[in-house]
């Protein structure tokens, strides 16, 4: 959340006082900028030692949730001409959540029945299907942080037994879902994901021409972003944890989809535009981001976990008294 909202608050004063964009107009082209891609930092942080692991998977969901959330509240009161900071529009948006909250549960409830009753082998895409009908009827129409009811079915789904009051568990049969089910699902959703974000990439990539990278002026705005970016993550890191363990965390900061799919969304909007903080700037910050990534993995030194390291030592032991046998 401090990572987050630094980097919005410092990026947009870049955007304000050195390009001269307006102030809603700076604060809502720095969001999308800001956020942690979780699309592709989770699948990237799989090397990682456990602690680190956790870290990247809470900070980037939690990016990207509270980043949307942020991005359409402050869109909403910018075309409203609204301050984006007041006490009226932060009550609403608390009200929002805790409303969504409620919303979620209750529909997690059923999507949870309907994964115990269903028998049928071909059952997660209606579910599925489900889901992405509750998440539009929460966005469209009841105008909610519908992002946070898909956050919370993964959360239950995966944690459902320990959840589950005991006073509730007689009346929620728990056993008629398996290990083999929660698989075939998570199988399911990793492969879709990976399958989205590769097409999105890859048609992000025919929208720019060759002419982006000829110009100068979006690598001196990006490099600048990226400066503000990883310096407010290096102090972080360094007052929060500060450990050997945890230096690769620094490199862990791309920026992807969710950035992509906000700062193209801006066009759709009754707001003021800038012609300076363009797609060519939204180029530089992705790649860059993502070599950055790269090349930390690649450098960092592969410590093993402490569980890990004793399982191959007391492997090692036993294979060596066989042999001596």
Known sequence: FFILVINIVLVSIFFSEVIGLSYPTS???????????????????????????EFVVYESTFSDILGIMFFYYCIRQAEKGESLIGIEPIITLIGQIFLIIIISIAITYLLFQLIQRIEHHVKFFLILALLILAYEIGKDFLKLPSLVLIFIFGIFLSNF???????????????????????????????????????????FGFSIPLESFVEFEPYIIG???LLIMYGVRYFYLTLVINDEDSKPLLYFSPRGLITILLFLSISDYDIPKSNIVDEKVLLVIIIASMLIMIQGSVNRKKKEDPETEHQQSFTEIVDSQIEKK
């Open 223 to 225: 490099a600048t972003v």
């Open 161 to 203: 037994a320990n959840l589950i009051p005991t006073s509730l568990k007689k009346y929620i049969k728990t056993d008629n879902v398996g290990k083999s089910d929660l698989h075939e699902f998570h199988l399911l959703t990793a492969e879709s994901t990976f399958l989205v974000r590769t097409f999105f990439f890859l048609f």
């Open 27 to 53: 604060v809502i082209y720095a969001i999308p900028l800001s956020i942690i891609s979780s699309a592709v930092a989770i699948p990237s942080a799989t090397g990682l030692i456990t602690k680190n692991k």
